[in-house]
């Protein structure tokens, strides 16, 4: 068995893509993608296990949160989440240990307070937590998950990229993209799992992410405005709307409540009786929560999916087109996706052999977040993230 | 097709109701658009690339599509032609409203082409524009057709790089070039392109004051510069001026001032992208015959006398809470329903054209 070796990059531009689909890791993705949502459809996110005050609506707080640092805190998180031990625990270990994993990350968020001071875009505070859960998190995989020793380095890798980037103080698809590729690593973890097991991983993996959007004020890695389906997330509504189809072997849609309309999904009711069992609806209240307006304005491509699609299953294969196209398909975003030699190697499909890569100066993303610093100072500092130019190197 | 080198005022005025009298503001058609940017770079062919203008003006920063907002700012500092505004670019990208934002800003400089004065940002180009969402708008509102992307990207390359105030205050978007130490240098710029990667005009729209440095410094933005207190100190002395303004960075206040009032950032896009929450300003220059006397001192707000930060949060409709309240379109629907839809019957009346994934 070949020693795990530490992924690393091998898009370099954007004619790496068509290897990138010939290579066995963009076949893995697809796998496991496909693994999951046929086995979360018809199920529902077991109660207690998203937190609700994430995805609720807070009454509005002043537009400037910036300056009362004391009021401010004590508007923004919940409590310390409760440990694991008062779920009912499966009889699957990694599903235990992930869950572990993930109170473990959380928790570190509780022992990190944003920093204060004027409310910058991306909370320096964050990169102390990213520190903090770098340091260890191998250690932690190997305690929690039992996988093959050599896969431990790669495994780690992908759980670590799934929050956000430390550099860029940002939070996107490509991170949630790793997550995805973080469970499939784990072997057979998919086919052992139930459904709502499934929904739990995923779902107490996006309490985290929006603890630290929140949190730490992370901006969108994408900027199409709101031109993109949302600010930071796409699988959420891909298994959401796996979770609103017929599973073939039940036969029979969602084990609770009737499968609400899709038309009706914008509607406060709706979003009220799904939020906590539903990950597309959980994404849409958490919308809800960090913008304010009119929501055909700020979420334009989701408001048209509503008022255009009839069918949950069009709408799941219409986010599964998109998915492919603007995210998987995305130069900006799957640059940041790096390879291994076991889980997802830059390997032919094909013939097996090594893809060649063609390094050159890295070309940065033209997609940089643009939420400079609030107070228009420090700008010296490699902490801020602003416009960026398309065709900058660094 | 002959397109004339004037628009009837009548003509003008019908474009300006559709936008305003609406709401929604209506689309202007693709063959308007086509002709309100016609028009606009023909005059504009005889403008300086850096306007001259007179005091009082009041100086607009980045909107970014938030039309409602920049009807806001009519409603706080006048309504053109009642006062003369000189906007400081980045009117697309990010938004909802850039086609609207910018099809409004240039009727206006058609029909009151002395009130109003346009410059350049650096979202005033096509590869920034296709990457931050205005192209995405474009296809989305016209029906697939990148035509009208076209137009607004060409008129552009015509907008001037910068204004002075009564001679005295230097206003761009970024801010300074190291390659640049006379306005003259600016003056002769060949500007009608698209907005290069570097050199003076890139500079121009990309760089941002730094106060922790003293000279130049590459800028983290991967375009322009960071510029310290010495190069400001340098350039106005250098030119005669006292002040300079610009905009370009999100400012949580509305405004920063900087070096005791000597660069000031406006920021015009209150609650940014629906959810920064953040202030924005206008600044009203009422006078300028102060500047430079001894009492040339700042205020509280940072700005030298004669001058006021106008600041303004996010409009009362674009600030409505879409769970608890009416929305600006009237979106949001009867609030009396038991089963309230939200989202109402909006476009209705239009045919919709489902997002080609979904097909």
Redesign the interface.
Known sequence: MPQGISPSKKIFDSSDLVRFRKSIAYKKIHWILEQVIEKVKGCEVPPGILDVELIT?TP??T?????NTEANTSTTLPPPESVVEDRPASKNANFNGILKILNHLNSLIDETPPKEG??R?GNLACRIWHDKVNEGLSTIVEENISIPSASIVETSYYLQEAFGSSLRLDFGTGHELSFLAFVGCIDGLVESLTGPELLTIFAKYYNVVRRLILEYNLE?AG?????GLD?HFHLIYILGAAQFNENKNTGKASTGLATPPVS?V????VIDQFKLRNLYVSGIAFI?K?????????S??I???????ILWS??L???R??YE?EVLGKFPVVQHFWFGNIMYPWRDIDTNKDLPVFEKEEE?T???P?????????????N??????????? | MTIPFRIPIPDLDHSLAQLLDHKPPRLLPSQTVQQLCHTLKTQLLAVPNIIPLQSPVTIVGDIHGQYHDLLEIFEIGGSPPNTNYLFLGDYVDRGYYSVETITLLIALKLRYPNRISLIRGNHESRTITTNYGFYSEVINKYEGSAEVWQYITDLFDYLPLGATIDGKIFATHGGLSPSCQQLDQIRSIDRFKEIPHDGIMADLVWSDPDPEIMDFKLSPRGAGYLFGYEVIEKFCHDNGLEQLVRAHQLCNEGYVSYWRGKCLTVWSAPNYCYRCGNKASVLEVMDTSYLGGKNSKCNEQGVLPGQFFNVFEASPENDQDTANGRGVNGVLGSDNGEDVDLFGDFFTSKKKKPTEYFL
């Open positions: 609506k509005r707080s537009p400037n949160r910036g300056r004027p409310r875009f969108p900027s199409h405005g709101v031109w600010d009706s914008l509607t406060l009711r809800y960090i913008k304010s307006g009119p929501f055909n304005e700020h334009p491509i408001y048209d999916i509503h008022t255009t699609v069009k709408v294969q219409g986010l087109k998109m196209v940065e033209p997609l940089e643009d939420f400079l610093n609030g107070t228009g100072v420090m700008t010296t500092r490699k801020i993230s602003m416009t960026g130019a398309p065709w900058a190197r660094r």
